[in-house]
């Protein structure tokens, strides 16, 4: 496995947090994957925020990765599940968003 710059595999972490946002979001719209142009919407996007995923482990541990992947995806859809679909976001809520982002900035600190 040919190791990237760890900028680039950052880039690359981040996109892929991006696209986990997107797909989670869209999974609402496929009902279950009963619907089929956002279910294929949903497929796709999760390929290609494997794909980043995939390059960012070339540089980043794979421990590490993931959980700033599934953090990003986490907080990130919490939070425009609040703005998008009115979710509660109630104090507890909001907090226990910032406490994922603090953890996604000490993984990147200390990695």
Do not use: N
């Not at 947090?17 to 989670?24: K, M, Q, T």
């Not at 497929?43 to 599934?70: D, E, R």
């Amino acid at each position: 496995m040919d190791p990237v710059a760890p900028g680039y595999a950052w880039i690359c972490l981040l996109i892929a947090g991006a696209l986990e946002i997107v797909w989670a979001l869209a999974m609402k719209h496929a009902h279950g994957f009963t619907k089929l142009w956002p279910s294929v919407f949903v497929l796709s996007v999760m390929a290609v925020s494997f794909y980043f995923l995939s390059q960012s482990l070339k540089s980043i541990p794979v421990g590490t990765a993931y959980a700033v992947w599934t953090g990003i995806g986490a907080a990130g859809a919490a939070v425009f599940g609040m703005i998008l679909y009115h979710e509660p976001a109630t104090a507890g809520r909001l907090a226990s968003v910032v406490l994922v982002v603090a953890g996604i900035v000490g993984l990147k600190i200390f990695s």
